[in-house]
């Protein structure tokens, strides 16, 4: 029996670990997200300057293998959903690790309203709780394709697809007490309008002048 081959890394550690500036984003990005550690958005850093070497590679050359070459990344990342229909190679150059960071099944989760907080999102994926396309995915990282974003839900097993369950009973609450508070808040800010535009109405009202 051969040896065991050793995977190799998907990320690259920065050059320079006690950077203030990146250590504060890198921060940022984890509890936005729900990164897990800084290995994975170091993964993502690392896609991401992939594809920016491929478009310059592609971008500086004439033949027609790079044109062949630049149309099938452009539609590569078109399908992931990280660039819209008729896209640049500046397009791909300008892709930041926000735009990649809300393809993650964890953000979508979150953003459909299957999970409260990424952390929560992150603990129904690792628990096989989501479906993507009828597949159950245990990955919070995989990144969701663009033909896949109708396609998550709760597992058919899952008890989380029962409505009576405590974990979604209390979220529905929390949506309706979110709703409810915006509600008054616009009600609020009309009559707060309402009052300005009487003040001001009154203001600019010239007095009747009586004639002897």
Do not use: C
């Not at 991401?48 to 630049?70: D, M, P």
């Not at 452009?74 to 791909?92: C, P, Q, R, S, W």
Request: glycine fraction near 4%; aromatic fraction near 8%; charged fraction near 40%.
């Amino acid at each position: 029996m051969g040896d065991i081959k050793k995977l190799k890394k998907s990320y690259e550690r920065p050059k320079k670990p006690w950077e203030k500036d990146r250590i504060l984003q890198e921060k940022e990005l984890k509890k936005k997200y729900g990164y897990f550690s800084k290995k994975e958005i170091w993964g993502f850093n690392a896609l991401l300057r992939g594809f920016r070497q491929q478009a310059r590679k592609i971008f500086a050359s004439t033949s027609e293998q790079s044109k062949k070459e630049g149309e099938n990344l452009l539609k590569k990342i078109y399908n992931m959903g990280l660039l819209e229909e008729k896209a640049t190679f500046d397009d791909v150059l300008g892709l930041s690790i926000d735009d990649i960071s809300k393809r993650r099944l964890v953000s979508f989760v979150v953003n459909k309203g299957i999970a409260r907080t990424p952390k929560q999102a992150r603990q129904f994926i690792v628990h096989k709780h989501i479906l993507v396309n009828g597949k159950k995915v245990n990955a919070p990282n995989y990144l969701v394709l663009r033909k896949e974003e109708n396609s998550i839900e709760f597992a058919d097993n899952s008890v989380l697809k029962d409505p009576k369950h405590p974990l979604i009973t209390a979220m529905a609450s929390i949506s309706r007490d979110v709703k409810l508070e915006k509600e008054e808040q616009i009600v609020k800010k009309l009559k707060e309008d309402s009052k300005k535009d009487i003040k001001v109405e009154k203001a600019t009202k010239k007095p009747i002048e009586v004639k002897e």
